[in-house]
């Protein structure tokens, strides 16, 4: 069973920039999409960005396109999350998340895609 670690997350003033961090167990790492969610208080989890096996596709919910990218070091079995020009509507809890194996594509943005998740790190974005 995949085992996934998240780090990275922190305090940031409003502006600033975090990036967050994903370590995965096992060898198929890159022959799974990727992606990151996150949790509000209150919210519902929200599929934030997916990026496909080889990380040739991404996907990004609206409200962090332009600021935030979403990456993979399949060598390492790591995907990150480049936050920018954070907003205190950021904070939340993000999870890292396995995709499906041969996801397509157009499945990115498709948040039942993805079945196991990692713990969580919190980001916290102050005003």
């Known amino acids: 069973q995949v085992q996934l670690v998240e780090s990275g997350g922190g305090l940031v003033q409003a502006g600033g920039s975090l990036r967050l961090s994903c370590a995965a167990s096992?060898?198929?790492?890159?022959?799974?999409?990727m992606g990151w969610f996150r949790q509000a208080p209150g919210k519902e989890r929200e599929l934030v960005a997916g990026?496909?096996?080889?990380?040739?596709?991404?996907y990004y919910t609206d409200s962090v396109k332009g600021r935030f990218t979403i990456s993979r070091d399949n060598a390492k079995n790591t995907v990150y999350l480049q936050m920018n020009s954070l907003k205190p509507e950021d904070t939340a809890i993000y999870y890292c998340?396995?995709?499906?194996?041969?996801?397509?594509?157009?499945?990115?943005?498709?948040?039942?895609?993805?079945?196991?998740w990692g713990q969580g790190t919190q980001v916290t974005v102050s005003s």
């Open positions: 096992g060898r198929t790492f890159s022959s799974y999409s």
């Open positions: 998340a396995r995709g499906q194996l041969a996801t397509a594509a157009t499945a990115l943005g498709d948040k039942n895609v993805y079945d196991y």
């Open positions: 990026i496909s096996a080889r990380g040739w596709s991404t």
